[in-house]
T-cell receptor, first 114, second 110 residues
Framework: EADIYQTPRYLVIGTGKKITLECSQT?????MYWYQQDPGMELHLIHY???????EKGDLSSESTVSRIRTEHFPLTLESARPSHTSQYLC?????????????FGPGTRLTVL | KQEVTQIPAALSVPEGENLVLNCSFT??????LQWFRQDPGKGLTSLLL?????REQTSGRLNASLDKSSGRSTLYIAASQPGDSATYLC?????????FGRGTSLIVHP
């Protein structure tokens, strides 16, 4: 079973600040994902990566950026936080194993921008 | 574009009932389908993964079926317990990206 860690778990920050949400996994999974989820709403894919130095934007337009320099690490950065960025951010990973795609999630980061 | 619908959106039942949660999807060209559970304010926990060549998968009191041709999956929960209270999401997988429904919010009261 995959272990995925997200830090911080909760963050309250003022408008205009730069923030980085951390995500790490210990299972060597090639694929990693970032989702945004508002309370009671569906998950929206904002970024994903197939492997080191590979990043793609998801369906939901986002002002955030990501990097994938190491297999285990997939941080998400907001250069200038705004109240509209208030949401829960979920990181996930999955192995590259043919048809048996299976996704594992971290505990999430609850972001509040004042 | 894949669209996923989960019915019912919410469900409240007494403890001990057998439950059926429904998931439908518009594009049947999927690799597999995953069912998740999400507790309030938490991440998602994988419950079951059904590969496209399978018709069902079982884990304890949970049984999930998949009918690719009709674009449907069903999660069956036997003998429900208060600890089963959570939101249940299904996610059919296209290439390397799953698509999520809004989920079924389940409350099991004692």
């Amino acid at each position: 079973e995959a272990d995925i860690y997200q830090t911080p778990r909760y963050l309250v920050i003022g408008t205009g600040k730069k923030i980085t949400l951390e995500c790490s996994q210990t299972m060597g999974h090639d694929k990693m994902y970032w989702y945004q989820q508002d309370p009671g709403m569906e998950l929206h894919l904002i970024h994903y990566s197939y492997g080191v130095n590979s990043t793609e934007k998801g369906d939901l337009s986002s002002e955030s950026t990501v990097s994938r320099i190491r297999t285990e690490h997939f941080p998400l950065t907001l250069e200038s936080a705004r109240p509209s960025h208030t949401s829960q951010y979920l990181c996930a990973s999955s192995p590259t194993s043919g048809e048996a795609n299976e996704q594992f999630f971290g505990p999430g980061t609850r972001l509040t921008v004042l | 574009k894949q669209e996923v619908t989960q019915i019912p959106a919410a469900l409240s039942v007494p403890e001990g009932e057998n439950l059926v949660l429904n998931c439908s999807f518009t594009d049947s060209a999927i690799y597999n389908l995953q069912w998740f559970r999400q507790d309030p304010g938490k991440g998602l926990t994988s419950l079951l993964l059904i590969q496209s060549s399978q018709r069902e998968q079982t884990s304890g009191r949970l049984n999930a079926s998949l009918d690719k041709s009709s674009g449907r999956s069903t999660l069956y929960i036997a003998a429900s317990q208060p600890g089963d209270s959570a939101t249940y999401l299904c996610a059919p997988w296209g290439s390397y990206i799953p698509t999520f429904g809004r989920g079924t919010s389940l409350i099991v009261h004692p």
